[in-house]
């Protein structure tokens, strides 16, 4: 019986008989291929999707059964898959290495200047602040609290932390906004 027509990537063998012979053979090798690929080529992140692309590999050989060994055409097929990514990781770090280096853009001492005055703007408008809504938004800002964090420390609830950064929002767009005017 098969599952998918003849159309199907995976060829014709890919049969209820051949499923259950690979299914046989994942939960037998899947673990210590994922740990022999991982040691050998020192990627554990990426082993376990190279496992999984020898197993669908696999699928399509025609004749599962006869394999010789199993076990090696597995190693052999993960080692390979292994080594392809390898050189496909070397072929982009080479082509990027190629690539001219940008200039470093320079900031102007106008615009330099220009940012230090809103700083200390937005520094002049949390010190007007109530301290409430001043050090909930500056455990949010700059601490990079949650808000559920913050509501915890300060025992309040998420829904107070949450109308507190955005009255400091609002306040803090209308204060500048008049500044610049």
């Known amino acids: 019986m098969y599952l998918f027509s003849m159309h ?15 299914g046989s053979l994942f939960n037998q090798y899947q673990r210590e291929l994922k740990r022999f690929i991982a040691r050998k ?3 554990a992140d ?5 496992v999984q692309d020898a197993f669908h590999n696999l699928l399509r050989v025609e004749n599962i059964e006869q394999l010789d ?6 190693y052999r097929a993960a080692s390979n898959l292994a080594l392809n990514r390898l050189r496909q990781a070397s072929y982009q770090a080479d082509y990027l290495n190629q690539q001219p280096l ?7 001492l106008d615009r330099e200047l220009s940012a230090q005055d809103d700083l ?4 002049r408008a949390l010190k007007s ?3 409430k809504y001043r050090t909930t938004f500056e455990m949010s800002r700059l601490q990079g609290k949650s808000y559920s964090e913050i509501a915890l420390e300060r025992g309040i609830a998420v829904s107070t932390v949450e109308k507190h950064i955005i009255k400091v929002l609002k306040f803090l767009r209308d204060e500048l ?3 610049v005017e």
């Open 8 to 22: 199907s990537d995976l060829g014709p063998f890919f049969t209820v008989k051949n499923i259950s012979f690979i």
């Open 41 to 43: 080529f020192g990627d």
């Open 46 to 50: 990426g082993a376990e999707d190279i």
């Open 69 to 74: 060994n199993p076990k090696a055409y597995l």
């Open 102 to 108: 940008e200039e470093p853009t320079t900031v102007s």
């Open 120 to 123: 200390e703007r937005v520094q």
């Open 129 to 131: 602040l109530p301290d």
């Open 177 to 179: 906004a008049t500044e």
